[in-house]
């Protein structure tokens, strides 16, 4: 212990600045590579993860297209009646030319559903010994050939569409030798199955696609069906078809293969049972295919960067922990000299601050080398008398209102506590204040659900507690008016529901006592304009606010539903929308509801009539205060010796009601067709 007394001050100097300033760039270096490769890693695995996204996007859009060949096929076999074999070989050969990723396109129909001439084409091409029609334009063997449809009787590709009347994608199977996958979609006509209309897409075009892919250096990707069955691989083929992701039988890689059997994405890290390295495989699902892409990247390659950042970062470092270490050597010599006046000079300030004399400093005008110690004790000077003057500033502005104000001083000892007493009080208070504002905006946006969190002591306990109670009582009245109108609401739906319920019924019952087909059709009308009134009150009564119900998209559900219920023929009728964004109360939107059905109803009767492409449009603004409604047509026209308001028909009739009930007006344009207008203030 007295040999380090004897030490000299030199000798100290240079030990402690020159050890501190290693120890400090040696810490702030490791801290450094250790942030930095970090946050590299993290951008190689988000980077490989985008791509193996990318990729999977991709391919799931071009299943996406594949099955929308489908669908195309099975809805234009739907759509005609008068096609002939022919001319559905033709369309099949057609869509295999101008799509030539596809292996094959075909229909195939139930006995005699197409034509009913079978017996006809027994054993002709496209067709077998039973002269089904089940023509495959395919290209097995290389050229495009027409050949029938083989194991329609077992296999999945027909066997599934027709138990479920729905789209199917299959799993991998072999046919004819060839690995394919097939879109099949259901033709259905008047609600009943009679066959399908599918292509087949051969997953060798999806393996040379995908082993085409590289990443960094060696990576590679390959896909598997979500059975983990292997789809494509970029070397081994005999794989394809054979092998599942299970049968590696390495823990990991079976982890990965469950992941994408419940169709999700992630990765994981594992040794390539090819070439044993260690690698990340990242896994993303094609949604549309039931299939995922894999993408291998061995992990070595992508954290290749990173390894060689860490190695410039240490080198970086060490260059500059050397010169750290000079300069610090440079310095600490510097500090040799007496500093004999500077210790006379902290003497007399110490009897001047014993004195309560805090304003006396030290002199600053010495050397250069010990210029820090007077500048250090007027720092000490400055810290005493800076929390007296701060703690008078900060109470003058919380007398002024201002409690955001904060000491800012960094003290310690009984003048932090100081510092610290006032900022908790100036705290509290702003807090208070705060809460209970919010607890108060949210009361005036309507929002009784945001309670007093703070409620402090005293005079504020009385102050936030009285907002408590205040907020509370609110929320239960705004909750028993709720209450109030969902048992509203309930009724109405209810008297309106069982009265067209009612309606509907009698209107059944009447149609069966007439024999003309004119007007039972006429009795069948009435009861799907009250089924689609039914259809108006159901969409109104399940909207969540009875006093603003998105009015405008109710509008577009209803004229599509009643395009499907008149079957309208898209060759002879186009339907045109422009509806503004509208919310309306309940008691305004369901007579204005029945109004659109009736008026688009009636349209859907006349807007064709006249030989031309006929049209309907349905236009709803508002502006000004001012609702305006027009429902019209291009057909024959409103007769010009009837007063539509005077009519016998039991819709307008019914419109004119409505419309005065919701103190409307309704006037007739009968310029080029017909074309109702409802105003509503």
Known sequence: M?????????????????????????????????????????????????????????????????????????????????????????????????????????????????DGNDNLYVNSQGHDSTGRFIPYWNKITGPITLDPLLNYDTLDYYQLPKKTESEV???????????????????????????????DVSLNYLDEEISEVKAFDTGYAFMTGNTGILVSHPTNKDWIGEKTLYDFGIEEVSKAADDIGDGKSGHVETIDPITGEKIVMFYEPIRTGNFSFILVIPKEEMLAGITTLSNKLLQISFAAIIFMAGISYLIALSFTKPIKEIVRDFKSISKDAVMGKLGSRAETDVETDFREIPMGLNEILDAVTAPIHDTIRLTNALAKGELGERSHLDVHGEFRQLANT???????????????????????????????????????????E???????????MIDERKKIEEIRKKEIHHRIKNNLQ?????????????????????????????????????ELYRSQDMESIDFSDYLMKLVNELSYSYAINKENIQVKLDIDPTFLDMDTAIPLGMIVNELVSNSFKHAFKNGKIGEIYVHLSIKDGSLTLIVGDNGVGFPENINFKETDSLGLQLVTTLTSQIDGIIELDRNKGTKFRIILK
């Open 466 to 476: 009285g907002i408590e109670k205040t907020r509370a009582t609110l929320s239960r």
């Open 169 to 199: 994608l299959t799993e991998p199977y072999y046919y004819e030798g060839v690995f394919i996958v097939s879109y099949v979609s259901p033709i259905m006509k008047n609600g009943e199955f009679i066959g399908i209309g599918g292509v």
């Open 2 to 114: 007295m040999e380090w007394k004897n030490k000299s001050l030199k000798f100290k100097l240079i030990l402690y600045i020159v050890t501190g300033t290693l120890l400090v760039l040696a810490t702030s270096t490791v801290m450094t590579i250790s942030t930095v490769t970090t946050q590299e890693e993290e951008l190689a695995y988000k980077q490989s993860i985008e791509m193996a996204r990318n990729y999977a996007n991709e391919f799931n859009g071009d299943m996406k297209t594949n099955r929308g060949i489908a669908k195309t096929i099975a809805v234009s076999m739907s759509s005609y009646d008068s096609m002939s074999r022919e001319e559905a070989n033709n369309m099949l050969y057609n869509l295999l030319v101008e799509h030539p990723h596809l292996l094959g396109t075909y229909i195939a129909y139930e006995p005699d559903a197409f």
């Open 422 to 464: 006032l900022d908790n009080f100036a705290e509290l208070l702003d807090i208070i204040i705060k809460d209970s504002n919010q607890v108060l905006t949210a009361v005036q946006n309507n929002d009784f659900s945001r309670r007093v969190k703070v409620y402090g002591d005293g005079d504020f306990l009385i102050l936030t």
């Open 502 to 538: 009612v309606i509907s019924s009698l209107l059944d019952l009447e149609s069966d006592k007439f024999e003309d087909k004119y007007v039972i059709e006429a009795f069948r009308e009435s009861q799907n304009r009250v089924i689609s009134m039914a259809l108006v009150h159901e």
